[in-house]
């Protein structure tokens, strides 16, 4: 078996993936702006700074695939991503 790690987070992406999926599902409308930056820039610095605690921020990072339903999310597919 052969296996590919990649770490996208600046390397093959400028930036954190799972912050920027936060704010890729904002800039659609998705998830309410305000709250939902406020508290994924707080989980952004207690990672930086090393206090994350891991299972509270998958909580918050998976409740949007919990609460919507596929078609809901239908417009981040890459053929809809103009932001909403």
């Known amino acids: 078996?052969?296996?590919a790690l990649f770490d996208l987070d600046n390397t093959l992406l400028a930036g954190d993936s799972d912050y920027e999926w936060g704010q890729f599902l904002?800039?659609?409308?998705?998830l309410e702006?305000?709250?939902y930056e406020a508290q994924n820039r707080a989980y952004y610095e207690q990672?930086?700074?090393g206090t994350l605690d891991i299972h509270e921020y998958l909580g918050f990072a998976l409740r949007p695939l919990a609460e919507h339903t596929?078609?809901?999310l239908a417009c981040c597919t890459p053929s809809s991503c103009a932001p909403g």
């Open 47 to 49: 990672y930086v700074a």
């Open 33 to 35: 702006r305000q709250a």
């Open 70 to 72: 596929p078609q809901d």
């Open 26 to 30: 904002v800039d659609r409308g998705i």
């Open 1 to 3: 078996m052969r296996l």
